[in-house]
């Protein structure tokens, strides 16, 4: 199994997690992912010596991260792994950030990181250009997905079927920020058949669906506006020349 020496996962937080544990359940545990050894359950419980969770409870500080160069000051043995795993990268402030840049990049034998973050667009580019990158959708779970983010996946939707379903929205500024990145990862895929195809049209408004979800994500909504956010994204949608 070939490891980078850092990933970026990307979610929503429950399904980083679980990718994560089993990440390391397959890597670690010596049938691939059994999920009951005594490994796996080590892991599973975040007690594996080979995992460090970094989980603060509030911002990032530099003591937060204190463990990371403690640990790699001591080398490990050839066949020996070990894994940060730090949440809430999105979190991550630039003081901390810069600080790991050269362990990121450059770290000891058998050290690796997987940075978590539901918001992509707030993800330091200094770390994210240092990461294998992975984003992880909620396909098991596409009964769930809100009404409100199905109207983005077609484009003939009634403002006034819009306008009660917004009206019923409670989602927060993250949960939003992990449905666009879903969005953005579907219009980015519906973008790309279209270039095997002739109809122009349809290439064209999946275009403007990519630039406007990739525009939108740089500008997280403010905590308690995600009706307004919606409506914004909604109007902006249907500015387009379909």
């Known amino acids: ?40 359950t080590q ?30 000051a001591f080398a490990l043995d050839a066949d020996q792994h070990c894994f940060f795993i730090v949440t809430k990268a999105d979190f991550l402030n630039a003081a901390c950030a810069n600080s790991l840049l050269k362990l990121v990049e450059e770290p000891p034998h058998g050290y690796h990181f997987i940075f978590l973050a539901e918001r992509p667009a707030q993800v330091l580019p200094t770390i994210r250009s240092r990461c294998t990158q992975k984003t992880f959708l909620h396909k098991a779970e596409a009964q769930e997905v809100p009404s409100i983010v199905k109207q983005f996946m077609r484009l003939d939707g009634d403002p006034l079927a819009f306008q009660k379903e917004v009206a019923t929205c409670s989602m927060t500024e993250q949960e ?34 990519v630039n406007l979800l990739k525009n939108t994500l740089k500008t997280p909504p403010a905590p308690g506006s995600a009706k307004l956010f919606w409506k914004n994204l909604f109007l902006q949608r249907n500015n387009f020349s379909l």
């Open 1 to 40: 199994m070939n490891i980078a020496p850092a990933y970026l996962f990307l979610g929503s937080k429950n399904l980083l997690e679980k990718e994560t544990l089993s990440f390391l359940q397959k890597f670690f545990c010596i049938n691939k992912g059994c999920g009951s050894c005594s490994t796996c």
């Open 43 to 72: 892991i599973n419980e975040k007690q594996h010596h080979g995992s460090i969770w970094i989980e603060p409870e509030k911002r990032y500080t530099l003591d937060e991260i204190t463990i990371i160069f403690k640990r790699t």
């Open 176 to 209: 939003c920020m992990v449905y666009l990145d879903e969005l953005l990862a579907y219009w980015i895929a519906s973008y790309k058949r279209t270039l095997q195809g002739t109809n122009l049209q349809h290439q064209a408004t999946a275009a403007q669906m």
